[in-house]
């Protein structure tokens, strides 16, 4: 198809001088032939073959091939500035900016810009990859990535509204703790979510004097502390205290009593959804029915430790047994770090956070890695973007993407993915090997025969 098209280009650059030189010649003939009969000179000598007639027509050949040469160049010019070039991938000239600078972003608004559009970018096809190129990848994220703003900005306002009811509920019921603003966490928040919007992270910090708990790191899990009271604290903490260790499970249990009566109470009688409580990992869930028309969104709050410039969330160690000293630890958590990293890494009409939603997307939707999970696929990307500094515009999308892909067949093959800011906790450690090896012989087969398009169809 594209040697077709290459030889039809050939022939419009040459058949437009020679079509001129044709016409002129003709033209230039005509002249010859019937002259001006007014002119008497012209009259007397008036002869076919004269020297004087061969070089009319030798002049209109010239004029219109030159005619047609020129036709050829604005023809070229016009092409290389409105049109798809098919040497090199341009931006249509004064294309708005897709990804808006940090400046531009709210600690909230992390995904409130648009995804681009077929209409924004002139990307032209990548000949040399049959399989791939921008514009099915950008085709894919605009149908079936994209979340309409319209009902992400619904969603995040029923969000705010508890946000701030369970807010003001938790200092009244626990006024001896300090409250700082509640921190919105998760792909919502960093401008990678995918699908839908109905999943939200919040995070509720309780600011605590560094003199106060001691940070144990000792303990030889990577990622994970103890923290246990000094003698400076007193008994205000005492009923989240075992021995000397701060319990994220006593932590925990006592948010989950609040946010229940918060739910079968009065402290929210909102007739335009309802709400119900579950758990799931380190997470007291709320889960919200919208009246209007039935969808679900769920609410993830995260109880957390604030201690000097460190942030510490329940979340139990996977090994932990009821009464051994795992029950105690406490996860360092990086989402500050990792949402502020998201939110700044894009500059204008570059593609890092769109390609982790194409990743995202891929993950839901493919069962071949649906073993794998979001933080798989973030922690990838901040390794990647590290790795490779430029070439992140969206003309880069489709190399950027057999980059991202070559890196989780690296880690899944070597049960092996460093966590981005503690590159000692090892993502893949709890995995079992076989289900990670089918993930990489799955990808390694999509490799080896250029079928890329197939993650995306």
């Excluded at 000598?45 to 219109?64: F, P, R």
């Amino acid at each position: 198809m594209r040697r077709n098209e290459e030889k039809t280009d050939q022939i419009d650059l040459l058949g437009w001088p020679a079509i001129g030189a044709i016409v002129g010649a003709f033209a230039g003939g005509i002249s010859a032939l019937f002259p001006d009969e007014t002119n008497e000179n012209d009259k007397k000598e008036k002869t076919i073959g004269n020297n004087d007639n061969a070089k009319k027509v030798m002049t209109g050949a010239l004029t219109g091939a030159a005619i047609g040469a020129g036709i050829v160049e604005i023809s070229a010019a016009v092409s290389r500035n409105f049109g798809d070039d098919p040497i090199k991938d341009r931006v249509i000239p004064n294309a708005r900016a897709i990804a808006p600078s940090s400046d531009d972003r709210s600690e909230d608004s992390g995904d409130s810009y648009d995804i681009p559009t077929l209409e924004t970018l002139a990307i032209a096809p990548s000949y040399n990859d049959r399989s791939l190129n921008n514009n099915k990848l950008l085709r894919f994220l605009n149908e079936d990535v994209r979340i309409l703003q319209e009902n992400r900005k619904k969603s995040k306002e029923v969000v705010n509204v508890i946000k701030d009811k369970l807010h003001r509920l938790l200092q009244e019921k626990l006024p001896n703790l300090k409250f700082e603003a509640f921190i919105y966490s998760g792909s919502s928040y960093e401008g990678v979510k995918v699908v839908n919007s109905d999943e939200f992270d919040i995070m509720i910090p309780i600011k605590i004097p560094p003199s106060w708990f001691q940070v144990d790191e000792s303990n030889g899990i990577a990622g994970f502390s103890l923290i246990d009271k000094t003698y400076i604290c007193g008994d205000r903490f005492d009923k989240y205290l075992e021995g000397m260790h701060f319990s994220p499970m006593a932590m925990k249990r006592q948010f989950q009593s609040i946010i229940h009566k918060f739910i079968n109470g009065k402290a929210d009688n909102s007739t335009y959804y309802k709400m119900t409580l579950a758990c799931k990992g380190p997470a007291i869930t709320i889960k919200v029915t919208k009246s209007i028309d039935s969808k679900e969104m769920c609410i993830d709050c995260v109880p957390a430790l604030k201690i000097g410039d460190q942030l510490f969330v329940a979340k139990a160690y996977p090994q932990q047994q009821h009464d051994d000293i795992y029950s105690f630890l406490w996860r360092k958590s990086f989402s500050l770090q990792e949402k502020d990293l998201l939110n700044t890494m894009d500059g204008k009409n570059e593609c890092r956070r769109d390609l982790l939603r194409i990743m995202k997307t891929i993950q839901l939707t493919n069962p071949q890695i649906r073993m794998l999970i979001s933080y798989h696929l973030k922690t990838i990307l901040f390794h990647l973007n590290e790795k490779i500094s430029g070439g992140w515009s969206y003309h880069d999308l489709h190399k950027r993407f057999k980059d991202f892909i070559d890196d989780l067949i690296e880690c899944t093959s070597s049960k092996h993915l460093p966590n981005y800011f503690c590159p000692s906790v090892n993502l893949l450690a709890e995995h079992l090997m076989q289900p990670l090896q089918e993930v990489s012989s799955y990808l390694q087969r999509i490799k080896r025969r250029n079928e890329y398009e197939k993650l995306i169809d």
